[in-house]
């Protein structure tokens, strides 16, 4: 009788706390919800610090709600706290390894810190949990770019156009790697594409001018410069001018590429190679006096830069124009030498 009773008072309280137990999880589960979705919405508006509040009273609530984890790792990465969005990521996945988003969004913080290989660990395990996750392959595909596997990459960029045709992106960043493989025809066909699907990509412009500099269609290339300098806000257009420059130089225009490098100069007044570019123009003007100048400019930035090659090449060119007599092989090779400065993007 007293081992019935004891039984009795057992199963009462096993009741009695699986009720109280589902009672308080759905109390805090919707609460969790709520303050997640919140989150969710300072998010969007880019008010990230109230967002990682909710997103932390969610999580209070509800300790092993994944989805707010990932979600306050997302707020942080956008606050530029790479560390404490790796440590959420972290948690979220130990909490559902099931989630896919996660894996994605660790290997985005880890692509910016340079930690390509992991990266690519974390985009190969979002793949495999979900094949279809554009996303993730295209992420993939950036991280090898990164490491010269631009084959490889282009297989992914691939895998996301199959799976988004729309993808501009995608697009975008296939071209870059078509070009460093040699592609250029290909690289342009995609920068056409990314032009088609959105008109006012200034980078899709100076970049498909890169390659068709490439090709030796150097007056197509500057029509490409002149649609992104159109388009580009006041204060980032320094890269179209600059590249126009050196397309102009290219073609003995060196007046016309001198503006130009008066104007990247004015939106970028530190960057060495513009001025470089601008006193080999001028030397090939016979404009000595002022090239001597920028080159004497451009050496103090590139030193300050710690860019050691382009220093080195600067002295040389300071070296010629100290003995007041310009090499008219210098003329010929300043555009061969100034190629080497074209600057491609690599972001839309």
């Known amino acids: 009788m007293k081992n019935r009773t004891l039984l009795t008072v057992l199963l009462m309280c096993l009741v009695c706390l699986g009720c109280g137990s589902e009672k308080t999880s759905e109390k805090v589960s919707e609460e969790a919800k709520d303050y997640n979705n919140r989150g969710l919405a300072k998010a969007k508006s880019g008010e990230y610090m109230e967002a990682i509040e909710m997103y932390s009273a969610a999580i209070r609530l509800a300790p092993n709600y994944a989805a707010a984890y990932n979600n306050r790792g997302v707020a942080k990465k956008r606050l530029g706290g790479y560390q404490g969005a790796i440590a959420d990521y972290d948690t979220a996945i130990r909490l559902d390894p099931s989630l896919v988003t996660p894996y994605n969004n660790r290997g985005i913080v880890k692509k910016n810190l340079g930690e390509y290989e992991a990266a690519i660990a974390d985009y190969d395990t979002a793949i495999r949990l979900k094949p279809n996750y554009v996303n993730a392959n295209y992420n993939r595909g950036v991280a090898k770019a990164k490491l010269n596997q631009h084959e490889a990459a282009v297989t992914d960029y691939d895998t996301a156009i199959r799976l988004n045709p729309k993808y501009t992106k995608a697009y975008f960043s296939r071209g870059i790697s078509k ?3 040699g592609e250029y025809e290909a690289a342009i ?3 056409d594409t990314v032009i088609r699907l959105k008109s006012d990509a200034v980078t899709a412009y100076y970049n498909r001018g890169n390659v068709k500099i490439k090709l030796g269609q150097h007056k197509a290339a500057i029509a490409d410069y002149d649609t992104a300098i159109e388009l580009t806000r006041e204060g980032d257009g320094a890269v179209a001018y600059f590249n126009r420059a050196i397309t102009k130089a290219d073609l003995g225009e060196y007046e016309a590429a001198t503006v130009d490098y008066d104007t990247a ?3 970028d007044p530190h960057d060495a190679s513009a001025y470089l570019g601008r006193g080999l123009a001028k030397n090939a ?7 001597k100048q920028d080159f004497q400019t451009a050496l103090k930035f590139a030193t300050q830069a710690s860019n050691v ?3 080195n090449d600067i002295e040389g060119f300071l070296r010629q124009s100290e003995s007041n007599s310009v090499d008219i092989e210098l003329k010929d090779d300043v555009e061969d030498f100034l190629r080497q400065f074209i600057v491609k993007s690599e972001t839309m």
Do not use: Q
Request: glycine share 0%; net charge negative; aromatic share 6%.
């Open 285 to 291: 003007l016979n404009k000595t006096s002022e090239a």
């Open 265 to 267: 100069i004015r939106l």
């Open 189 to 191: 066909a995609d920068y």
């Open 309 to 311: 090659e382009l220093k």
């Open 179 to 181: 070009a460093d493989l």
